[in-house]
């Protein structure tokens, strides 16, 4: 069971990495606060881009270094908490992405990111 999670997590991260890459950069810019461009000298398209390469490095890297899928479980939660400012951003600054266009929506998207936490830690671990 463990496996088929990992491994359904990695193909979602490789897939969500290049759709910030290509076709989804413009909805995941929403997504990026106001913040991040004010204290790097990168713009909201670049904070896109490099995460979409991040994602793909770390879905693949749960498929191809299984010797090393503890430690990468746990650099993908730290991931996952890590982009939820963005998230929350998107909520509280009522901006529209991904269908997200109402406040209920976008709350209710807050609530996933714990899913991703625990998902990303459990399907990682050695069962005992």
Avoid: C
Wanted: no cysteine.
């Amino acid at each position: 069971m463990r496996t088929i999670a990992r491994w359904t997590l990695a193909a979602a991260m490789v897939f969500a990495g290049l759709s910030h890459m290509f076709w989804a950069r413009k909805e995941f810019q929403a997504q990026v606060p106001d913040w991040t461009t004010e204290a790097t000298p990168l713009d909201k398209d670049a904070v896109v881009v490099a995460s979409g390469v991040v994602e793909v490095m770390l879905g693949a890297s749960l498929v191809v270094l299984p010797a090393s899928r503890s430690r990468l479980g746990v650099i993908l939660a730290a991931f996952f908490v890590a982009v939820f400012p963005g998230n929350v951003e998107q909520y509280t600054k009522k901006r529209d992405g991904f269908s997200l266009d109402s406040d209920r929506k976008r709350l209710v998207r807050l609530f996933f990111q714990p899913v991703l936490v625990a998902w990303a830690y459990w399907s990682t671990r050695t069962p005992r």
